[in-house]
């Protein structure tokens, strides 16, 4: 009877060991895919963001082009003489 007891036991702490050991694989799985998801969202958001300043670059250099132009003249400044 007490070699049941030890058996139990010791099943009982490899059965644990075990659970643990799955636990910790599936732990860095879910972690590894949190990452790959996160990494894939990060280049996507930068795509976006690169692109929404191109945009918006091109929209201001005319509209700073004008300004420059009419703003120029009042201040004697030339195309090529700027200080």
Do not use: C, F, H
């Not at 860095?28 to 300043?53: C, F, H, N, P, Y």
């Amino acid at each position: 009877m007490a070699t049941d007891v030890r058996k139990l036991a010791q099943d009982a702490a490899y059965v644990a060991v075990g659970v643990g050991v799955l636990a910790v694989q599936r732990a860095q799985v879910a972690r590894r895919e949190a990452r790959a998801r996160l990494e894939a969202q990060i280049k996507d958001t930068r795509l976006r963001v690169g692109s929404t300043v191109t945009e918006v670059q091109s929209r201001v250099e005319p509209v700073r082009t004008k300004i420059l132009t009419r703003i120029e003249p009042l201040l004697g400044v030339t195309r090529g003489n700027r200080s």
